[in-house]
Structures are given as C-alpha cells and as structure tokens.
C-alpha cells in the first residue's frame, strides 16, 4: 500500500512541478493523491483557482514516468517522504511553496522535536570562515542541533564535515536528483551524511543541477529549520539568497562578523545591520533557543565539544572535502581538476564518470554556452544582456538599469552558478 501511494506522489509531484504556489490549496483539500489522480475530467474543470495549464497536466493519467521513478528508488533504497507522511517536518508546510515529496537517501531526523539550524557561505571560503564554520558547525552537532546545508563547495561542505566530525547529525538538501553528486568532490561526502542523517531534495532522481534549481532549494534550506547562520558571502553570494528566505518564512537570521575591507565579511555584516543576530560562536545560536529547546540540548555534549572543535585539515580529506581552491573549484591538492559531472551510484562501488551518449558529439564550448544561456529565464537573460564585455562591474551598476537589487543578486548568482559570469574579490564580477 504504502509504494502505491507513493507511486501517485510521484505522479502528483511531476503535475505541480517545484516550488508550486497551487498545491498548499490541494493539500489542504486532498490528504491522499490518489484522490487527486481519480478526478474526472469534469471535475478537474471546476477546480477554482487553477490555471487551465495544470488542468490540462492533471486530466492526464498516464503512470509510467512515475512507476520508472518507483522503481529506481525500491532498488537503492530511496525514501519517498510525501506531504501527508507523518516524517514530513511540519515546519517545511509553513513555507509559501512546500514541496509535494521528499526523496530521501538516508534517515531523515525528526526535525519536529529538535533544533535545527541551516549553515550557509560563500564557496571562496576564507582561512577564518572555514575555521570558524567547523568550530560551529562541531559544536552544533555535538549538542543534538541538527545542521542542514546546501552540501556545496566551500562552507557548506565543511559544515557538514564539522556536524559528522561531532558524531552529530547532518542534512543536506540538494538543488538536483538524488542520483547526481553535485559538486562531484562531494561524492563521499554524500555517503557520509547518509549513514550519520540524509540527502534529500524535492527533484526528480535524474535532474541535473540546472542553474535556476539552486535559488529553489534555498527555500528548503530556510524551512526546515529555526533559525540559518551565513559564515560567509559577499553582497551578490547565493548563501544572501538563502538568508532573504529565511527572513520571509519568519526564520531567526544569524551572521559571522568579519573584516569591514573583506569582500566575504560583506553579507554578514550587511546583515547584522540590518538586525540580524550576531553569532560568534554556537553558543550564541543556542542560547538564543535554551527557552524553547532546553529538554532536547545537550549541554554536556556542548562542554565536551568545546575542547575538541578545533579545525584541523585531515579531517576534510577523511571527508573528501578539500579547502584548495584551483581555477574556479575545490579539489583535491593531490589531484589535477576533471570535467566530467559524477554519478552517484548507491552501491558501495565509486562513482562512475557521466559520459555523452555513444555516437553523440559533445557540444563545442560556444555550443554549450549557448545551451546554458537558453537554459535560463527571461529576467536573467536581460540581465545578462546589460552586463558589457570585459569590463568589470558590480551590482548596483546593472541596478541602475532599472532593475531592483535583489533581482540582480539572484540573476549574478545564477550566472556565476552557470559559468557565464565570474565573481571577483570587492564584489565585482566579470563577464567570461
């Protein structure tokens, strides 16, 4: 019974599509989807408030995506957590858009009954961020706080090192299928979580992590959790995305001071002038909570992790997270950059390298660029359309367009994300 109804998840999900601002509306009214998936056409027809789009999507029947999808997920022992699920955390049903499913690789906490605190930061971690992230990120853990984070290249990777490090437990929220290793240096990274937590994500198992995925799954991020530390980030980083969703789902917002002449101090400290809450330590993040989370802290594991959490690099490459930034990516120091994206295959053998089909071309680079600008939506394309060639520039110079500031940072991100643009240090960016 219980692979039935979630094969009319799945089903229900591939309708509604990500980030869906209809389906609250349907949940509230439809607890099992398979009272969604036996309406009649008539019926679909009256529906109030729904586009004549999702109409169409739901008066089609046909299970065979979904059943293809049921299957891969019986055969590695991915979890279907959907909205009704009783494992579903209630606090992601606050948020403006929940998801419809979860698929889940590993055990997902009860995230109802604990602290949980999101972790963010820039991927050009500093020696102090990363330290500090750790140092955090350790302590957290240690005291029964559950960190979730994005399981990027940067902080996020090595918050989730310092959360595993503890013996604590960790969650990662992904921006592509559950299938795909993104960033491929994670690949062990993603093993480790999901034996000491979980590896979720609302995609698919096979969507690639397509550039306007990730500003999605920041709103995951936010929701799950109380309160989201940002460690580090300049003004145009996509870690000050996550700290916006946070502020609209009425989450506590916490920053990492920093040097006033660091371009990553720029977020944090933007942040905390505007009323964020300053965090120096994780300490200041629990106390913040002792009121509402005393029964579940554990404040003797907090004393005994004070004296442990001080970062050390070996514990990265136990992970197989490195702090090496190498032509744009984190790599290994030992070994040279490759190209190719990992699959993540949910046996015990190594990732396998994703190939292009046999007898297929791969693309040119110009080809591929293309490709990826067509990819994107019309309000990043206009962006990128006012950025001139070769020239620095910064936000508020593209802003002056016109254009709201915030809509700029969140089209930088994504064009940074996809390669077209590069961030520089003084939170400049560049056209590549």
């Not at 490090?165 to 559950?178: F, Y």
């Not at 397509?210 to 530390?229: A, D, E, H, T, Y």
């Not at 300053?278 to 989370?293: E, G, M, P, Q, R």
Request: charged content about 25%; some cysteine.
């Amino acid at each position: 019974m219980k692979d039935e109804n979630n094969l009319y998840w799945i089903w229900l999900s591939e309708k509604f599509g990500i980030a869906s601002k209809d389906f609250p509306r349907f949940a509230e009214k439809y607890d099992d989807p398979y009272d969604v998936y036996r309406l009649e056409n008539d019926e679909i027809e009256q529906l109030e408030g729904v586009s004549e789009r999702l109409k169409t999507r739901l008066s089609e029947k046909s299970l065979e995506g979904a059943y293809s999808i049921l299957k891969y997920c019986r055969k590695y022992g991915i979890e279907i957590i959907g909205y009704s699920d009783k494992r579903y955390p209630s606090r992601l049903k606050t948020i403006e858009n929940p998801p419809v499913l979860l698929y889940c690789l590993g055990k997902l906490p009860n995230m109802d009954s604990r602290l949980c605190i999101g972790m963010v930061g820039t991927r050009k971690m500093s020696e102090y961020g990363k330290q500090t992230a750790y140092k955090i990120s350790y302590e957290l853990g240690a005291s029964n706080v559950c960190v979730v984070s994005g399981m990027a290249l940067g902080v996020d990777g090595v918050c989730a090192c310092g959360a595993l490090e503890s013996g604590g437990v960790t969650v990662a929220v992904l921006g592509c299928g559950i299938s795909i290793t993104y960033p491929k240096e994670h690949a062990k990274l993603m093993r480790a979580i999901s034996k000491q937590g979980a590896v979720i994500t609302e995609y698919p198992p096979f969507e690639r992590p397509n550039p306007g995925n990730f500003p999605k799954r920041n709103r995951i991020i936010s929701g799950l959790c109380q309160g989201v530390l940002v460690v580090e980030g300049a003004k145009g980083s996509g870690a000050l995305i996550t700290a916006s969703r946070a502020i609209s789902q009425g989450r506590e917002l916490f920053a990492l001071p920093g040097k006033i002449n660091e371009s990553n101090s720029e977020g944090p400290n933007d942040l905390i002038k505007n009323g964020a809450n300053v965090a120096l330590s994780a300490t200041d993040i629990i106390n913040h909570y002792d009121f509402l989370y005393h029964d579940t802290i554990d404040y003797r594991g907090l004393s005994w992790a004070r004296k442990r959490s001080e970062f050390d690099e070996k514990i990265l490459k136990k992970y197989g997270v490195s702090s090496v930034y190498y032509r744009g990516r984190y790599v290994p120091a030992e070994e040279k950059r490759q190209t190719a994206e990992t699959e993540f295959e949910l046996s015990s053998a190594e990732p396998a390298v994703v190939e292009p089909p046999k007898n297929q071309p791969v693309p040119a680079k110009a080809d591929r660029s293309e490709a990826i600008f067509e990819s994107l939506d019309d309000s990043t394309k206009k962006i990128f359309g006012l950025i001139p060639d070769g020239v620095m520039f910064t936000p508020d110079a593209v802003s002056a367009h016109g254009i709201d500031i915030g809509e700029v940072i969140t089209a930088l991100t994504m064009l940074e994300i996809s390669g077209l643009v590069a961030s520089l240090p003084g939170g400049l960016y560049i056209k590549k």
